[in-house]
């Protein structure tokens, strides 16, 4: 199937021929759904904390952070150009006439152009908007007082002015302050040194950036961190990478042929956010705690934040203590049967890990070595919210083909809601995932886990996209908090709703808690 010419562009982006070819299998035989056995709850899965026992996690944390490498990780690639997709189609469409006024002033909802216009001068970016008009002669107020909307976007989306519809989140200005306006990335850096800080009162913080905009981040960096490590009495060092052009993906055409060019080459895409896994195997962290560039809030909101950055922390120092002690005593060997019995509750109870009927037909040596490899894993402790809206992806338990469950983070697009029993559970679920987990990625010997190891492949995503007119199939990797973490001792605990502020539009700042 594959040219001399395909060969070469394989190589070029460091794909072996064996992965292309998984991949095409892939699209012809679909990925499986999860088998949902049950949702993640406060009764079965989720830990619920008391005011006295989250003082207690917060001063756990803050005991102990000094003996760990702390690192922030926000994946922050990609173009912020979804968020301004109905400032776009307004764009295109609107022409100034009786009856575009008409319709702009009929829609008041809150992701609406209007509530976008009427809020304006609420946006941290409207100080620097209207000077980039006025330096060219133009008054954005008197512009919107007589619906000549088009020209204020030309000076907001395109590079004609702040060209927003073409940077990343992490440089698009967030939050307005009494000194100056922040970007989303500078609420990043305030956060982490709050939390993410070694014991030499270094905070360490790791971008995933496209390589078109690193240098801009660099920039962005180095113009504002000063002010952060002045605040705090800290150091922040900040470091990126870029997603492998490895972890692209076959793109194809709706016989599931390799999608060609005009020139022949064939068209790979992005991976997705489960490329990410490579990204962070790279760093060879120890804890790392990982949030997304738009989940970000001002210093007023921020102290639950941080609190309960420090809870999940604390509960996961918490944990790997313990397993590490165990695993020790394992690698040993020499275990009494009573010992054996504790670790196995734990490992169950504690863990969530799920111990197989047959376990307790298992000889001593059996046993040990089954708790020793199940031990012996890659931990995340992630906060999960209260479901306040329509229940979606988020903390489920899940049965392999083995029959073993484990709890999983599961997007709505892993689910088979034709199945009845398969939709009723996930009517019952009570929580959601707002991405926001602690990692512990070394072992109990200190060494860096091969986080590629414990990925579950079949967990990927199909969809329907579309290149210059031409429909097309695109695969995405097993998402980063999802399958490639499938594999990860898992622990969930509930956070306040005050903890997910995401920005998904733009109209999104506009709510009270960017404000």
Not at 408 to 418: C, L, W
Not at 496 to 514: A, G, S
Request: overall charge negative.
């Amino acid at each position: 199937m594959f040219t001399t010419r395909d060969l070469e562009q394989f190589k070029s982006k460091g794909i072996d021929k064996e992965t292309v070819n998984q991949q095409l299998d892939n699209f012809k035989k679909g990925f499986p759904y999860v088998n949902l056995a049950a949702p993640a709850t406060l009764q079965n899965g989720i830990i619920r904390f008391t005011d006295e026992e989250v003082k207690r996690m917060e001063t756990y944390y803050d005991e102990n952070f000094s003996d760990y490498e702390i690192l922030k990780f926000v994946p922050a690639s990609g173009a912020a150009s979804r968020m301004f997709k109905h400032l776009h189609e307004f764009h295109q469409h609107y022409k100034g006439t009786a009856e575009d006024i008409a319709a702009y002033e009929a829609d008041k909802s809150f992701n609406s152009v209007y509530a976008f216009f009427t809020g304006i001068k609420r946006f941290a970016f409207y100080r620097l908007l209207k000077d980039k008009m006025m330096a060219d002669g133009l008054d954005i107020d008197q512009l919107i007082e007589n619906y000549e909307f088009n020209t204020v976007l030309d000076y907001f989306l395109t590079e004609k002015g702040l060209n927003y519809s073409k940077l990343p989140k992490g440089l698009l200005l967030f939050h307005k302050y009494d000194d100056e306006p922040r970007l989303a990335l500078e609420e990043h850096l305030s956060e982490a040194a709050q939390y993410a800080v070694n014991n030499q009162g270094k905070a360490t913080v790791h971008f995933t950036v496209s390589p078109e905009h690193q240098k801009l981040f660099e920039q962005a960096v180095a113009a504002k961190k000063g002010k952060f490590e002045k605040l705090f009495q800290v150091s922040i060092e900040v470091s990126y990478s870029q997603q492998k052009p490895s972890t692209d993906t076959i793109a194809v055409d709706l016989n599931n042929e390799p999608f060609r060019m005009d020139d022949g080459t064939i068209l790979f895409r992005p991976g997705g956010h489960g490329a990410l896994i490579e990204n962070l195997n790279d760093l060879k962290g120890e804890i790392v705690f990982v949030k997304n560039i738009d989940n970000i809030v001002p210093d007023r909101l921020r102290k639950p934040t941080i609190t309960y950055k420090k809870v999940i922390g604390g509960v996961l120092f918490d944990i790997q203590a313990q397993t590490f002690e165990y695993l020790d005593m394992l690698e040993d060997g020499n275990v009494e049967d009573d010992v054996l019995e504790q670790i196995k509750e734990y490992a169950n109870k504690k863990l969530n890990i799920f111990i197989p009927a047959a376990y307790d037909g298992y000889d001593k040596m059996e046993k040990i070595d089954f708790l020793f490899n199940t031990l012996n894993r890659p931990m995340r402790v992630c906060g999960m919210v209260k479901n306040e809206g329509e229940p979606g992806g988020g903390p489920f338990w899940v049965k392999n083909s083995n029959g073993e469950l484990s709890l999983q983070i599961v997007e709505s697009s892993q689910i088979d809601f034709s199945i009845p029993e398969q939709k009723e559970i996930v009517s019952k679920a009570t929580h959601f995932n707002p991405v926001d987990l602690v990692c512990g990625v070394r072992d109990f010997q200190g060494n860096p886990f091969d986080l590629k190891q414990f990925v579950d492949a079949s967990t990927g995503f199909i969809s329907k996209k579309s290149k210059d007119g031409r429909d097309l199939k695109a695969q995405e990797l097993p998402g980063l908090w999802n399958g490639a973490m499938a594999d990860w001792i898992t622990v969930f605990v509930e956070a306040p709703i005050i903890t997910f502020n995401p920005v998904k539009t733009i109209n999104d700042l506009l709510r009270e808690q960017h404000q």
